[in-house]
Structures are given as structure tokens and as C-alpha cells.
């Protein structure tokens, strides 16, 4: 535990965050002060209606392709020493969604690394 930690824990034991205004109330996540004015009604309609920017989806497409790409290289490892060549074309094919997907996402947020194959193969092999 960091010092922290051992801080809060003893402020906790003494009932320091007993009596707390909201205590036991539901937060209020609708504050939108930190959107920029232009954004806050497109933010509203499209949490009112349980929908997402296209970029957002395609992130988690690709997280999930991702996930099932490293499953199956895992699995190809263990029985071969090179990648197929149908292993090869999903990893190109992902490559190029990864790019377009960088390429929609807002300014300042993260890129996703492109997959580096041999990098890949190598950590699934060691791996079993």
C-alpha cells in the first residue's frame, strides 16, 4: 500500500467520510460543462438514444478483432513456426481498419498501434 492509501484507510476507520453531503445520493453524471458548447446538444441526443460516434464503435470492433486475431495466433503457434498466409492477410486487413481508424478519431486522443506480425508471432510462441 502507498502512504495514500494508509492515509484514507485511517480516515476512514476514524469516520471522516461518514457524513458527507450526497452521501448515499446517485451522482450526477449529466454535467456537460467541459464540452464545448457546439458539442452538447449532438452529446445529448446521442446519449438519449444509446448511440455512439462511428469511431467509438470501430474502436471496439477492432479491440475484439484484435483479441480474436491474438487468440488464434496463439493457437497457430503452437503447431507451426511460421504465421499462415491467412494469418498474414487478417493482420494486413486489421492493419489498414487500425489505420482508418486513427485517422477518424479526434485530435488528442491515443492512435492504436498497428500490429507488428513477427513481434506478435514471437511473444504467442514464447508464450507456450
Known amino acids: 500500500?502507498?502512504?495514500?492509501?494508509?492515509?484514507?484507510?485511517?480516515?476512514?476507520?476514524?469516520?471522516?467520510?461518514?457524513?458527507?453531503?450526497?452521501?448515499?445520493?446517485?451522482?450526477?453524471?449529466?454535467?456537460?460543462?467541459?464540452?464545448?458548447?457546439?458539442?452538447?446538444?449532438?452529446?445529448?441526443?446521442?446519449?438519449?438514444?444509446?448511440?455512439?460516434?462511428d469511431w467509438i464503435a470501430q474502436g471496439q470492433a477492432l479491440d475484439a478483432a484484435f483479441a480474436a486475431l491474438e487468440r488464434d495466433l496463439r493457437t497457430a503457434a503452437r503447431r507451426s513456426a511460421d504465421p499462415s498466409v491467412e494469418l498474414r492477410a487478417r493482420v494486413e486487413a486489421l492493419n489498414r481498419e487500425i489505420l482508418s481508424y486513427?485517422?477518424?478519431?479526434?485530435?488528442?486522443?491515443?492512435?492504436?498501434?498497428?500490429?507488428?506480425?513477427?513481434?506478435v508471432w514471437s511473444t504467442a510462441q514464447r508464450a507456450e
Open 102 to 119: 486513427n485517422l477518424k478519431i479526434p485530435r488528442g486522443l491515443a492512435h492504436k498501434r498497428m500490429i507488428d506480425l513477427a513481434r
Open 1 to 53: 500500500m502507498t502512504l495514500i492509501d494508509d492515509i484514507l484507510n485511517e480516515a476512514m476507520k476514524r469516520g471522516d467520510f461518514d457524513n458527507l453531503s450526497g452521501a448515499g445520493k446517485p451522482l450526477q453524471l449529466d454535467d456537460d460543462s467541459h464540452t464545448p458548447a457546439h458539442l452538447r446538444l449532438a452529446h445529448k441526443l446521442l446519449k438519449d438514444n444509446d448511440l455512439v460516434p
